[in-house]
């Protein structure tokens, strides 16, 4: 098999969930020396984004993305070890959490797969979050992005809670913030002052790499 | 056309009136209000309004005073499928949680699922208490009111992590389908046992579904692994003697809708349909409304965030698309009102309906 068929290969077995085709093709990877890292860029997350895609569209549903991220890491499990050094490095560190007081975290974790899948380090936080906890993960983790999720108008003010607590401790400007979930728009983020808006997971990875590019830290 | 000019209906008389299809002075008004209630009453958070079934009742009581909305009183036990089968929940005493959670599931492997048992409501002290303040309802002639039931994935997902449920639609179908036939029997067994304790026309069993929605699961998956036990669970019910379910299909349920599965459903005569606000409320009234009650559906969070006079131009338009609806309608609020809605904002429902509502 050519690499550009192995790659092909890898997307569809990613899609479909195939956790088993996802082993295979990724030990073939391997065996036609084709670079880990790009496998997983070009094969696997390419997989993600094209359900995620789906999901937007209707065509796909979450046990759909579910198991088409169990594939995937069942690939990312047999190549990660191959990977040469400095391409192991991630493009950068993103920690994800859901409002205090809000256990939707579907969302949440559909963003993280993407992320993941995308290449960078996720701190996922879980749901139902108290500002304290972003704010002490900010300080000690130092995450690049800081990304807060909210599916209810009850929790989606934990938001601006978050920003004003960031700036209390003087570390507003050591991240960025973005945020997303059913109640909140682009108008809610730019009025509460984050630095982003993302209507879905495959935003949200177009969104940490701008804010990361701008920067300068990711290519 | 009717005209009740002095004699305003009060909120019972007009509940009833819609059920047994005879005309009302105007539009009658859900709301969908539960946390709301207890921020009425200064509660600092919801944790004693889902834990007390006495404040439950009490507040819903004094809320409808208020407003004069026509509500009728709603009922769950506090244990809330979860910690009958051996799940550990949490109140929402937290100031920002706005309903019970399940902290720790009664099922983490398929091994657990097929050992689960089918408990026994008798056995649980929070359901009985529940029974004594829906008692004193009968007591006090506040019939019929809603009980909590179900047998749908939104029930499994009180005894399992939603996202392996999620993932087992996929990996075990047919445990899945196992565990929601064991939903079944435990509303089945609650059914029995609220029949035994006051009457099977006092109360009408009511679910709310949204991991059933098409925000989550497709229609085939609606119809291969939900749809048998929702069929099951509704059949068996109304054969026990209950009249009628009133279903709140939550969210996205536009795939479902297309496919025909929601006909498919008995729902008693007539039955009451109410969807999130993904769904059109003309399409409701086009494909339910000759053989059920159809509740509207405003957006939930436009009521809490928008100013006041939006909310009585959305109340509004879903009076207009609803009031004509062959076998009644009700306007309502999509899903559970936002408990910190303005107090002006869900006044508006009620201003609204007695002002453009009028029959
Ligand atoms: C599934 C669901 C549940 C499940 C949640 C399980 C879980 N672990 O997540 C259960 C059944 C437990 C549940 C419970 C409740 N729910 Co609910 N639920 C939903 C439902 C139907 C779908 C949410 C979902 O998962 N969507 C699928 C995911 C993939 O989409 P998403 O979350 O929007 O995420 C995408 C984007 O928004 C974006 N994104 C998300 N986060 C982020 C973050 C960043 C940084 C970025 C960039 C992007 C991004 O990317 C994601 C991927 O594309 C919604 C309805 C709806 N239309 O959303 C109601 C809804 C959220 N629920 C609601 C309510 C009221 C409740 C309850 C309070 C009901 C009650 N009284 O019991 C309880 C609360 C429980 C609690 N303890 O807090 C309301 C909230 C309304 C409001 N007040 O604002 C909604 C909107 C329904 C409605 N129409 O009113 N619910």
């Known amino acids: ?152 108008t009850f929790t989606m003010f934990g938001m601006p809670e978050v920003i004003d607590a960031l700036k209390d401790a003087q570390l507003r400007d050591s991240v960025k913030v973005i945020v997303g979930g059913g109640p909140i728009s682009a108008m809610f983020a730019e009025k509460i002052g984050a630095d982003g808006y993302g209507n879905n997971g495959p935003e949200a990875v177009r969104l940490v790499g701008r804010l990361l590019g701008e920067k300068g830290g990711a290519q | 056309m009717i005209h009740f000019q002095s004699a305003e ?53 004094v809320a409808r005073e208020i407003y004069g909305w026509d509500q009728p009183l709603f009922f769950w036990s506090p244990s809330w499928g979860i910690t009958e089968y051996g799940g550990k929940s949490l109140f929402p005493y937290n100031p920002k949680m706005m309903s019970v959670t399940m902290v720790e599931p009664a099922v983490k492997t398929p091994e657990d699922a097929e050992r689960l048992e089918v408990p026994d409501p008798k056995k649980d002290p929070n359901m009985i208490e ?33 996202q392996t449920v999620m993932r087992w639609i996929k990996y075990h179908p047919d445990l899945i389908k196992k565990l929601l036939a064991k939903t079944v029997e435990f509303a089945v067994r609650q059914t029995e046992l609220l029949i035994s304790e006051m009457g099977a026309d006092t109360w009408i069993a009511m679910e709310a ?76 009234v086009e494909r339910f409304g000759k053989k059920n009650i159809v509740i509207g559906n405003i957006d939930p969070p436009s009521i809490m965030l928008q100013p006041y006079e939006e909310v009585i131009k959305l109340a509004k338009a879903d009076i207009e698309k609803g ?24 006044y508006a429902l009620v201003k609204a309906a007695r002002e453009f509502g009028r029959y």
């Open chain 1, 1 to 152: 098999m050519s690499q550009k068929e192995i790659l092909e290969k890898l997307t569809n077995a990613v899609v479909a969930g195939d956790r088993d085709a996802c082993a295979g093709l990724a030990n073939e990877a391997l065996k036609a020396g084709v670079d880990p890292y790009v496998a997983i860029m070009e094969g696997c997350s390419k997989g993600m984004e094209v359900l995620s895609k789906r999901y937007d569209t209707g065509e796909a549903f979450v046990p759909d993305i579910l198991v088409a991220a169990d594939a995937m890491n069942e690939a990312i499990a047999i190549l990660k070890p191959h990977m040469k050094v400095e391409k192991a490095t991630t493009k950068g560190k993103v920690a994800l959490g859901v409002c205090e007081g809000d256990i939707h975290d579907i969302g949440k974790n559909i963003v993280k797969i993407l992320l993941d899948a995308a290449g960078y380090e996720i701190i996922d936080l879980g749901p139902s979050v108290p500002v304290k906890t972003f704010v002490d993960t900010v300080r000690e983790k130092k995450p690049e992005v800081l990304g807060i999720s909210a599916l209810m």
């Open chain 2, 9 to 61: 209906m009060t909120p019972l008389q007009r509940w009833r009136a819609i059920l047994s299809g005879d005309p009302v002075d105007r539009v009658p008004v859900f709301p969908f209000a539960f946390g709301h209630n207890a921020i009425l009453f200064g509660y600092p958070n919801l944790g004693d309004l889902y834990s007390k079934p006495e404040l439950a009742y009490k507040t819903q009581i």
């Open chain 2, 130 to 162: 529940a029974m004594k303040w829906m008692k004193k309802a009968v007591e006090n002639k506040e019939m019929p009111m809603f009980f909590l039931s179900g047998g749908w994935l939104t029930n499994l997902d009180k005894i399992v992590e939603i």
């Open chain 2, 209 to 284: 579904t949204p991991t059933d929605s098409n925000t989550l699961i497709s229609p085939q998956t609606f119809e291969q692994i939900v749809l048998p036990s929702a069929i099951a669970v509704h059949q068996k019910v109304l054969d026990l003697g209950v009249p009628m379910w009133f279903s709140h299909f939550c969210s996205n349920q536009n795939g479902n809708i297309k496919a025909g599965l929601i006909d498919r459903i008995p729902m008693g005569r007539p039955g009451i349909i109410h969807f999130g606000p993904e769904v059109d409320l003309k399409v409701t």
């Open chain 2, 323 to 346: 009031m004509y609806s062959p076998r009644g309608y009700i306007m309502g609020v999509g899903c559970e009102l936002p408990p910190r809605t303005p107090t002006a904002n869900v």
